[in-house]
């Protein structure tokens, strides 16, 4: 018997005021994963990454989680399981140690945020346990990412959804937040589900790779696609033209 994927999409789509925004998306995930979701702005791409936990719901298709419909998960066992990094992190006002310990505050007791949890969880995101009671005002943009990304990581989730994490980094950085995220997927062994319209950083990272245009997913496969491609609009979109 074939085991069931962590994510299976069947003919999903969404509309929204008519306008349709994904198109009849079929995609497995498998756990263990590694998948950048590549496309130009506006092809639907942060639409399709809300999918996978809920934040938003599709208008046709069905989503599975691990063999059962998505939505049959409470929600926030849902969220804390498939957690997620937006593309402008949000910060409460105060410290960063007042924004991890939101965990506790979303009502996620079983959390232990202990002065080592807090200050371990920093170190794996490449943050001195100096920053812990820094004004989040006073703090860099590559620094709030990483905050975020501890936040989530409290949790313990098994999938990690980025939404376009180095699209405000210059380049040094955004290489930097990359290997960050690679280092977690291994060490952590996360499923991990990222969006992006930059390509060029990506190959020494990615294991899957699925190409969303137009609303729909044009060609999809291992890594080695970026290399040789076989839709011209994929063709297109690499060498930086318009889709």
């Given at each position: 018997?074939?085991?069931?994927?962590?994510?299976?999409?069947?003919?999903?789509?969404?509309?929204?005021?008519?306008?349709?925004?994904?198109?009849?998306?079929?995609?497995?995930?498998?756990?263990?994963?590694?998948?950048?979701?590549?496309?130009?702005?506006?092809?639907?791409?942060?639409?399709?990454?809300?999918?996978?936990?809920?934040?938003?719901?599709?208008?046709?298709?069905?989503?599975?989680?691990?063999?059962?419909?998505?939505?049959?998960?409470?929600?926030?066992?849902?969220?804390?399981?498939?957690?997620?990094?937006?593309?402008?992190?949000v910060m409460v006002r105060g410290t960063v140690r007042d924004n991890l310990c939101l965990t506790q505050r979303w009502g996620q007791p079983s959390v232990?945020?202990?002065?080592?949890?807090?200050?371990?969880?920093?170190?794996?995101?490449?943050?001195?346990?100096?920053?812990?009671?820094?004004?989040?005002?006073?703090?860099?943009?590559?620094?709030?990412?990483?905050?975020?990304?501890?936040?989530?990581?409290?949790?313990?989730?098994?999938?990690?959804?980025?939404?376009?994490?180095?699209?405000?980094?210059?380049?040094?950085?955004?290489?930097?937040?990359?290997?960050?995220?690679?280092?977690?997927?291994?060490?952590?062994?996360?499923?991990?589900?990222?969006?992006?319209?930059?390509?060029?950083?990506?190959?020494?990272?990615?294991?899957?790779?699925?190409?969303?245009?137009?609303?729909?997913?044009?060609?999809?496969?291992?890594?080695?696609?970026?290399?040789?491609?076989?839709?011209?609009?994929?063709?297109?979109?690499?060498?930086?033209?318009?889709?």
């Amino acid at each position: 018997m074939n085991k069931e994927p962590l994510f299976r999409l069947t003919s999903v789509s969404k509309s929204i005021a008519g306008k349709t925004l994904l198109n009849d998306i079929s995609l497995r995930i498998e756990a263990g994963d590694f998948l950048s979701i590549l496309g130009p702005s506006g092809a639907g791409k942060s639409t399709l990454l809300r999918l996978f936990n809920g934040l938003d719901s599709p208008t046709g298709g069905t989503i599975e989680y691990l063999g059962k419909p998505l939505f049959s998960y409470p929600m926030t066992e849902l969220r804390k399981r498939v957690g997620m990094v937006f593309q402008n992190p949000v910060m409460v006002r105060g410290t960063v140690r007042d924004n991890l310990c939101l965990t506790q505050r979303w009502g996620q007791p079983s959390v232990d945020l202990t002065e080592e949890t807090l200050v371990s969880v920093l170190s794996r995101v490449g943050l001195s346990p100096a920053i812990l009671d820094q004004d989040t005002k006073t703090i860099s943009g590559g620094e709030k990412q990483r905050v975020a990304l501890a936040r989530v990581l409290l949790n313990k989730p098994e999938v990690l959804l980025l939404d376009e994490p180095t699209a405000n980094l210059d380049p040094q950085l955004a290489r930097h937040i990359l290997r960050l995220v690679h280092q977690l997927f291994e060490k952590l062994r996360l499923t991990i589900i990222m969006v992006s319209h930059d390509h060029s950083l990506l190959s020494n990272y990615t294991t899957r790779i699925a190409f969303l245009i137009g609303g729909k997913i044009v060609e999809e496969g291992a890594a080695g696609i970026l290399e040789q491609p076989s839709t011209e609009a994929v063709k297109t979109f690499l060498a930086g033209g318009v889709t």
